[in-house]
């Protein structure tokens, strides 16, 4: 039966409350939706095509206005929403603070260099330090604890190669949901560095009581008493695509206070695909502590003019992530063009990481190599990249291969670094494991 349709208009608090009569359709004047009512919902149910235009709450593109405010309402309105897309038509976009999209809020340009954040005319705070685009940390939810609380010890230990977890009691965990193992004990994994700990990140694939299955077997073995197991909540799962930020050049008075471009933290299933990062003072790129992530055809370029200044600088930086794969690209920076190493979020073993035929280069003020593999790290392969400057590495079960190696670096303390270095090999009772290094590669001063 056809119904006549009324349309009415307010503001978010307007809806608050507002539950409207069934069909009635609203528009919300602050966030530029429109939502349905059905009676008895308090503020109706947003209807929307998930793609938020940024120009649509009042950006300009036009290179010098401050787009800022925005912007980041476009973002807040994409995760009242539940999730969706922010898209950044032709334009250049200054900004003059930190751009926070939550863990749903994916971002899309018009194309590298043609869709511009630009950050680098704005002024330093410490916002600036964690991300110029400063994905939020997701939240860890404790399944079983080393010390039995809150929550108890594992039912037994984990065994390496093991594809289920038994727990004491049912967990609250569905397929799909990523675990992290983790033994908070300094040293745990290596003797190098105390931050160096065992861990390690996975999916489950189904639950059955108070056993969990997963999709991909252990990669090393646990004593139930040791690790903490913890769920990720509240995981960001996004796409970037298709456009450029330039960061912010200069840096604080001390050496924590730097720039970073691009930061996802706890990232599970994400896409960074055809996205240049360059310009900030110390990284472009930085994912930490992320799982199924992806990059391709991106590109990070340091801002060269402050290099070396805090000992920093870093084009791609990869924080104890497991399952990445970096298809092509160019990354390059004062000291490590691509980094694989630590993370701020928790503190575990990097595993399963491929990158794949990528220029990466250093421009040799750093004193160290273009490629970074930590000694916190296992399963790394490097397959037909260029690698200027060199490569490092540390860990277990590293393999370079198909890969040109040129050009000398020279220390910082003095000294030329050899283009292949070991140095952190990860070692079990002293005893050194299969370490895969140099096939079909190319070594070339």
Same mark, same amino acid.
């Given at each position: 039966?056809?119904?006549?349709?009324?349309?009415?208009?307010?503001?978010?608090?307007?809806?608050?409350?507002?539950?409207?009569?069934?069909?009635?359709?609203?528009?919300?004047?602050?966030?530029?939706?429109? $939502?349905?009512?059905?009676?008895?919902?308090?503020?109706?149910?947003?209807?929307?095509?998930?793609?938020?235009?940024?120009?649509?709450?009042?950006?300009?593109?036009?290179?010098?206005?401050?787009?800022?405010?925005?912007?980041?309402?476009?973002?807040? /309105?994409?995760?009242?929403?539940?999730?969706?897309?922010?898209?950044?038509?032709?334009?250049?976009?200054?900004?003059?603070?930190?751009?926070?999209?939550? %863990?749903?809020?994916?971002?899309?340009?018009?194309?590298?260099?043609?869709?511009?954040?630009?950050?680098?005319?704005?002024?330093?705070?410490?916002?600036?330090?964690?991300?110029?685009?400063?994905?939020?940390?997701?939240?860890?939810?404790?399944?079983?604890?080393?010390?039995?609380?809150?929550?108890?010890?594992?039912?037994?230990?984990?065994?390496?190669?093991?594809?289920?977890?038994?727990?004491?009691?049912?967990?609250?965990?569905?397929?799909?949901?990523?675990?992290?193992?983790?033994?908070?004990?300094?040293?745990?994994?290596?003797?190098?560095?105390?931050?160096?700990?065992?861990?390690?990140?996975?999916?489950?694939?189904?639950?059955?009581?108070?056993?969990?299955?997963?999709?991909?077997?252990?990669?090393?073995?646990?004593?139930?008493?040791?690790?903490? =197991?913890?769920?990720?909540?509240?995981?960001?799962?996004?796409?970037? $695509?298709?456009?450029?930020?330039?960061?912010?050049?200069?840096?604080?008075?001390?050496?924590?206070?730097?720039?970073?471009?691009?930061?996802?933290?706890?990232?599970?299933?994400?896409?960074?695909?055809?996205?240049?990062?360059?310009?900030?003072?110390?990284?472009?790129?930085? &994912?930490?502590?992320?799982?199924?992530?992806?990059?391709?055809?991106?590109?990070?370029? %340091?801002?060269?003019?402050?290099?070396?200044?805090?000992?920093?600088?870093?084009?791609?930086?990869?924080?104890?992530?497991?399952?990445?794969?970096?298809?092509?690209?160019?990354?390059?920076?004062?000291?490590?063009?691509?980094?694989?190493?630590?993370?701020?979020?928790?503190?575990?073993?990097?595993?399963? &990481?491929?990158?794949?035929? /990528?220029?990466?280069?250093?421009?040799?003020?750093?004193?160290?190599?273009?490629?970074?593999?930590?000694?916190?790290? %296992?399963?790394?392969?490097?397959?037909?990249?260029?690698?200027?400057?060199?490569?490092?590495?540390?860990?277990?079960?590293?393999? =370079?291969?198909?890969?040109?190696?040129?050009?000398?670096?020279?220390?910082?303390?003095?000294?030329? &670094?050899?283009?292949?270095?070991?140095? %952190?090999?990860?070692?079990?009772?002293? &005893?050194?494991?299969?370490?895969?290094?140099?096939?079909?590669?190319? /070594?070339?001063?």
């Amino acid at each position: 039966m056809a119904k006549q349709v009324q349309l009415r208009r307010g503001s978010a608090s307007d809806h608050t409350t507002f539950t409207g009569a069934v069909g009635e359709l609203t528009y919300v004047s602050d966030d530029k939706t429109l $939502r349905i009512h059905d009676g008895s919902t308090a503020g109706g149910i947003y209807v929307g095509t998930g793609v938020f235009n940024v120009k649509s709450y009042g950006a300009t593109g036009d290179g010098s206005t401050d787009d800022t405010a925005a912007i980041q309402a476009a973002m807040d /309105a994409c995760d009242t929403a539940g999730g969706g897309e922010v898209f950044f038509p032709e334009g250049t976009y200054v900004i003059s603070d930190q751009l926070t999209p939550q %863990e749903t809020t994916s971002i899309r340009g018009s194309g590298i260099d043609t869709t511009v954040i630009d950050a680098s005319g704005a002024t330093w705070s410490s916002d600036f330090v964690q991300g110029t685009i400063l994905y939020p940390p997701s939240v860890y939810t404790t399944l079983a604890s080393a010390s039995g609380s809150p929550s108890a010890v594992l039912a037994s230990n984990i065994v390496e190669r093991d594809r289920e977890i038994t727990f004491a009691s049912a967990p609250s965990v569905v397929a799909g949901d990523v675990l992290l193992i983790h033994n908070n004990t300094n040293y745990s994994w290596s003797g190098f560095r105390e931050y160096y700990k065992a861990g390690e990140q996975v999916r489950v694939a189904r639950v059955s009581g108070s056993t969990v299955y997963l999709q991909a077997a252990m990669a090393q073995s646990y004593t139930a008493s040791d690790v903490d =197991v913890y769920k990720i909540t509240t995981p960001t799962t996004v796409s970037l $695509r298709d456009f450029t930020l330039k960061g912010l050049a200069s840096e604080g008075t001390g050496p924590s206070e730097y720039v970073t471009g691009i930061t996802i933290s706890s990232g599970v299933d994400c896409l960074i695909e055809n996205v240049r990062s360059y310009n900030s003072s110390y990284g472009q790129i930085y &994912i930490d502590a992320c799982f199924n992530t992806t990059l391709i055809s991106c590109s990070c370029q %340091e801002n060269f003019s402050v290099a070396g200044a805090f000992g920093g600088d870093y084009g791609l930086s990869i924080g104890n992530c497991t399952n990445v794969t970096v298809l092509g690209g160019y990354f390059s920076a004062a000291r490590h063009g691509i980094a694989i190493g630590n993370s701020r979020v928790h503190e575990h073993v990097g595993r399963y &990481i491929l990158i794949k035929g /990528a220029h990466i280069s250093t421009s040799g003020d750093g004193g160290v190599d273009a490629a970074d593999v930590h000694g916190n790290s %296992e399963w790394v392969s490097y397959e037909g990249c260029t690698i200027d400057g060199g490569i490092e590495i540390g860990g277990d079960h590293i393999t =370079v291969q198909n890969c040109l190696i040129r050009g000398s670096v020279t220390r910082t303390a003095g000294g030329i &670094i050899p283009l292949i270095l070991g140095s %952190e090999w990860w070692y079990g009772s002293h &005893i050194w494991k299969q370490y895969a290094v140099g096939r079909g590669c190319r /070594a070339k001063r």
